[in-house]
């Protein structure tokens, strides 16, 4: 009499099934009862164990071994048409990889020494590759390539987890020039100019309506020479970039076309930075010359508000106050002078009324206070204080 095959309670909702789904398999091998999750039972084994589905009697798993290691194909299948199909070789993964979805193909892969690598192809439903991948050991030498539904390329790259797009750096495109990417709607996303594989000359960037967004310098794979961003077909912003590092004017503009900001790059760092009112003059200014910098407000007549000394801070990546600074009346007189250590207010601060007469004076001392006289614009004396630490007058 023929020995019953072994029963396996098999969890079908992981990885494949978002609700849980249990399925009950019978495994024999050559008429034999097999239990594949115990070892012995296949510890010498050589050939292809068969599992079928209590209910249905279909096929739902079959296993290869040799010498009792999984050795060639090992298939799954489930009754709503998912299959997962996987090539072993001495108990690792080696070789070819099948998923399906409804009896169709969805992805395929290659392994090798347990590890997934070469060519990986994931596809739409109408048969056609969404994804190539060409997976190596080290990422940034990994490639990929997503296309639509109609097979046109809409991404290519390499590296899969921090990724650079073709043509950029070492990034080398291996297929015809110019690299041409698309919008799901068909229209052009990008067209890129390449020389041996690399971004060279101008590559022009789309909208889904056909609109041009961008236009970007290259040279060898790096940004080099003037990118601009459009809206409306006009210019937003305006870089100028030399072998990568952005050196030179950067301009942004108004809907006008006038220049909102322009900063200065030099050597990777801010050299000067110029806010405009939309009349065209000039409202903020800051000049960097190594760790001092000069900062400059003006009205929208073109006349100095306010000049202020700074020095690059010690505990932040900007400028604190570090020497005189400086406020103006619309007539060109000072307003105010104070003068600044590091941030903090140090020495003597003095401030005019619109007619010219001093109306403060007083002496700072780390960011406090120590003494203060204030006058009325005609003249009158109305304060002359001295103060402690704590900031409490000082009795007379």
Not at 109 to 124: C, L
Not at 247 to 261: A, I, L, N, S, V
Request: aromatic letters at 10%.
């Amino acid at each position: 009499m023929r020995a019953p095959s072994v029963m396996r309670l098999v969890l079908l909702s992981v990885p494949l099934l978002s609700a849980p789904a249990w399925a009950i398999e019978h495994c024999s091998f050559q008429g034999k009862p097999i239990n594949l999750d115990n070892g012995n039972t296949t510890k010498n084994l050589t050939g292809t164990v068969r599992c079928v589905d209590e209910d249905t009697k279909k096929e739902t798993h079959t296993v290869a071994f040799k010498n009792g290691k999984k050795d060639g194909w090992e298939v799954r299948r489930w009754s709503d048409g998912r299959a997962v199909e996987q090539e072993y070789k001495a108990d690792k993964r080696q070789g070819g990889f099948k998923r399906y979805e409804d009896g169709r193909l969805v992805e395929t892969a290659q392994y090798a020494d347990d590890n997934q690598r070469g060519e990986e192809v994931r596809y739409h439903p109408n048969g056609k590759p969404s994804r190539r991948i060409d997976r190596q050991p080290e990422d940034a030498k990994s490639t990929y390539e997503d296309y639509d539904e109609t097979g046109r390329l809409a991404k290519a790259g390499c590296g899969l987890q921090s990724s650079w797009e073709a043509g950029l750096k070492d990034c080398v495109w291996k297929g015809p020039a110019p690299l041409v990417f698309f919008h799901s709607n068909g229209q052009k996303r990008a067209v890129i100019q390449l020389k041996n594989g690399r971004r060279e000359g101008v590559t022009e960037l789309f909208d889904k309506d056909g609109q041009r967004t961008a236009t970007n310098a290259y040279v060898a794979g790096l940004l080099d020479g003037v990118s601009t961003r459009y809206s409306d077909g006009k210019a937003l912003t305006s870089t100028t970039w030399a072998k990568g590092e952005r050196e030179g004017d950067e301009t942004e503009f108004f809907k006008d076309g006038g220049k909102k900001q322009v900063v200065t790059w030099k050597s990777r760092q801010q050299a000067k930075r110029v806010e405009y009112f939309q009349n065209g003059e000039r409202k903020h200014e800051l000049v960097v010359t190594g760790d001092r910098a000069v900062e400059s407000y003006f009205e929208d007549d073109g006349s100095l508000r306010e000049r202020r000394n700074l020095v690059k801070g010690e505990w932040h990546n900007g400028f604190d106050p570090d020497g005189v600074t400086e406020a103006f009346l619309p007539d060109g007189g000072t307003e105010r002078r104070e003068h600044y250590v590091k941030g903090k207010a140090e020495g003597r601060r003095q401030v005019w009324a619109e007619n010219g007469t001093l109306i403060e004076d007083s002496q700072w001392t780390k960011d406090r206070v120590t003494e203060r006289k204030r006058w009325n614009p005609d003249g009158g004396l109305v304060e002359d204080e001295a103060f402690y630490e704590d900031g409490s007058r000082k009795k007379k």
